[in-house]
């Protein structure tokens, strides 16, 4: 089965930046629990997302588009990167996000939501 994990983004993560030595820390915390789902056969993707700042909505009413910038709130609403893994089953993938470091400094959520298949 495939799911989507989403990190969900913070007001840090909205202002495009996190405090250092966290950064380093946690890239190389992250680096390492990536490389483990890759030698478990887990990870098809794996990226972070600039801010919704960077961003662009398009709203779509019948006919006409209309083009939105960002920034988009809250914060605790937005994604802030991803994982794509293919797993036996959500309990599988349950058990791998306990095993994640925290993607934030602080209060963090990780959402995961499974591919229609």
């Given at each position: 089965?495939?799911v989507?994990v989403?990190?969900?983004a913070t007001g840090?993560?909205e202002?495009?930046?996190?405090p250092e030595?966290?950064?380093?820390?946690?890239m190389?915390?992250?680096?390492r629990?990536?490389?483990?789902?890759?030698a478990?056969?887990?990870?098809?993707?794996?990226d972070?997302?600039?801010?919704t700042?960077?961003a662009k909505?398009v709203a779509f009413?019948g006919?006409?588009r209309?083009?939105?910038d960002g920034?988009?709130?809250?914060?605790s609403?937005?994604?802030?990167g991803f994982?794509?893994?293919?797993?036996?089953d959500?309990d599988?993938?349950i058990a791998?996000?306990?095993?994640?470091?925290?993607?934030?400094p602080?209060?963090?959520e990780?959402e995961?939501r499974?591919?229609?298949?």
């Amino acid at each position: 089965m495939r799911v989507m994990v989403f990190v969900k983004a913070t007001g840090d993560s909205e202002k495009g930046h996190a405090p250092e030595p966290w950064t380093s820390e946690m890239m190389a915390a992250m680096g390492r629990f990536n490389d483990e789902l890759r030698a478990a056969g887990l990870l098809v993707m794996a990226d972070g997302l600039k801010p919704t700042s960077d961003a662009k909505r398009v709203a779509f009413d019948g006919a006409d588009r209309t083009v939105i910038d960002g920034p988009f709130g809250p914060a605790s609403e937005q994604v802030a990167g991803f994982w794509l893994w293919e797993v036996r089953d959500m309990d599988e993938a349950i058990a791998w996000v306990k095993r994640c470091p925290n993607p934030m400094p602080g209060p963090s959520e990780i959402e995961i939501r499974p591919f229609y298949e």
